[in-house]
C-alpha cells in the first residue's frame, strides 16, 4: 500500500514568498503530525492534527505558519512571508490512532524548503 | 519539559560487528514510550524499535535490541551483525502518554564500515 507521501519534495523560495507544502498521509490515518528538521538535528514538532481537528500547534514558531486538514485527509502546511531561518526539511507523519499509546508515526520523505 | 540526549554525534562499525548507540531522557511523566527511528541518507525515517515504559523486558526485534534502564532515563540501542544497510543516521525520540508528538534527539550518524 502507499506510503505517507509529499509535495513538492524541494522547494526554493525568495525571501517574503507564501509557499504551500502538502502532505498524504496512509488512507484511513487519524493522526497527522508536522515536523521541522534544520540541517543536522533531529526534527521538532510543529502541530498536530486528529482528523479535521488540530488539536495541538504548540510548535509552530511564527504566526507565519498555518496548517490545515480540512476534511481529515490530506494536509497542507503553509508559511507565509518566509524567511531564511525557515529553510529546513518539513516532515508529515501520519499515525493509525489518537495519542494513546505511543503508536507509530509513519513519515513521509519530507520536503526540502530553501529560502534564499 | 521533556528532553532526550543523543551523545555521540557519529559511529563507526566493521560489518558483522556489534555497536551500541546511546541516549538519555528526562521526563516527569510515568505513562511514556520511547522510539528508535533510523533515518538513511536520503531515504525516509522508518521505526526500528518500540518500548514501552511500563514494561520491564526490553524490546527486541531481530538484529536490533533495547538496553532500557528506566531508573537512569537511559535507552540504549543495539546493533547486532551490523549490516552495510544499517548506515544512517540514529534517532532516539520519546512520547508522553498525555501528548502525541515525538521528541526528539540530535540523532547519531552510524556508518557500518566493509
Known amino acids: 500500500g502507499a506510503g505517507v507521501s509529499q509535495s513538492p519534495r524541494y522547494k526554493v523560495a525568495k525571501r517574503g514568498q507564501d509557499v504551500a507544502l502538502r502532505c498524504d498521509p496512509i488512507s484511513g490515518h487519524v493522526s497527522l503530525f508536522w515536523y521541522q528538521q534544520a540541517l543536522g538535528q533531529g526534527p521538532e514538532f510543529l502541530t498536530y492534527f486528529q482528523n479535521e481537528a488540530q488539536l495541538d500547534k504548540s510548535g509552530l514558531p511564527s504566526d507565519r505558519f498555518f496548517a490545515e486538514r480540512p476534511e481529515g485527509s490530506v494536509s497542507t502546511l503553509k508559511i507565509q512571508r518566509t524567511q531564511q531561518e525557515d529553510s529546513a526539511v518539513y516532515l508529515c507523519?501520519?499515525?493509525?490512532?489518537?495519542?494513546?499509546?505511543?503508536?507509530?508515526?509513519?513519515f513521509g520523505p519530507g520536503t526540502r524548503l530553501t529560502v534564499t | 519539559a521533556q528532553t532526550v540526549t543523543q551523545s555521540q554525534p557519529e559511529m563507526s562499525v566493521q560489518e558483522a560487528e556489534t555497536v551500541t548507540l546511546s541516549c538519555t531522557y528526562d521526563?516527569?511523566?510515568?505513562?511514556?514510550?520511547l522510539f528508535w527511528y533510523k533515518q538513511p541518507p536520503s531515504r525516509q525515517m522508518i521505526l526500528v524499535i518500540r518500548?514501552?515504559?511500563?514494561?520491564?523486558q526490553n524490546a527486541t526485534e531481530n538484529r536490533f535490541s533495547v538496553n532500557f534502564q528506566k531508573a537512569a532515563k537511559s535507552f540504549s540501542l543495539k546493533i547486532s551483525d551490523s549490516q552495510l544497510g544499517d548506515t544512517a543516521m540514529y534517532f532516539c525520540?520519546?512520547?508522553?502518554?498525555?501528548?502525541?508528538?515525538?521528541?526528539f534527539g540530535k540523532g547519531t550518524k552510524l556508518s557500518v564500515k566493509p
Open positions: 525520540a520519546l512520547v508522553v502518554g498525555s501528548q502525541g508528538n515525538l521528541i
Open positions: 521526563t516527569s511523566e510515568n505513562n511514556y514510550y
Open positions: 518500548q514501552e515504559a511500563y514494561k520491564q
Open positions: 507523519a501520519s499515525s493509525l490512532f489518537g495519542l494513546a499509546k505511543g503508536h507509530e508515526q509513519y
